[in-house]
């Protein structure tokens, strides 16, 4: 007989904020430990769309508003559900902050670009 000791599962990142633009695009969240079997859900089938392979789960937001994901070890029944929180809102204005006016072409500047939703 064989032991096999298992974490409980986990997901990463725990909160992230989730713009919506003019292209849509796909975020990754990572499922860390576990079994392996996983039932992936959400609190707002209309917010997004979601697709869970293997460790990763794919989402494509559509609607703005608040997201729970639970993550669910199937093989483990009495584990603690992992949960996620995400933040999906569009992008009312971006900023541009750099420590100089000019940059020469071919040269380098670290420059910081902040990005602003509608709930500023």
Same mark, same amino acid.
């Given at each position: ?47 997004? *769309? /979601? ?7 794919? &989402? @494509?937001?559509? #609607?703005? %508003?608040?997201?729970?994901? $639970? ?18 809102? *569009? /992008? ?7 420590? &100089? @006016?000019?940059? #020469?072409? %071919?040269?380098?500047?670290? $420059? ?9």
């Amino acid at each position: 007989m064989a032991i096999e000791v298992v974490r409980n599962v986990d997901v990463e990142p725990k909160f992230k904020s989730l713009y919506i633009g003019t292209q849509q695009q796909t975020y990754k969240l990572k499922i860390l430990h576990g079994s392996g079997a996983f039932a992936v859900t959400v609190n707002n089938t209309r917010l997004v *769309d /979601i697709v869970q392979k293997d460790r990763e789960i794919l &989402l @494509t937001p559509k #609607e703005l %508003g608040g997201l729970k994901i $639970m993550v669910e070890d199937l093989e483990l029944p009495h584990s603690q559900i992992a949960t996620a929180e995400l933040l999906i809102s *569009d /992008i009312a204005k971006l900023t541009l902050w750099a420590p &100089l @006016t000019l940059i #020469e072409k %071919g040269d380098e500047m670290v $420059m910081t670009v902040s990005a602003y939703d509608s709930n500023m």
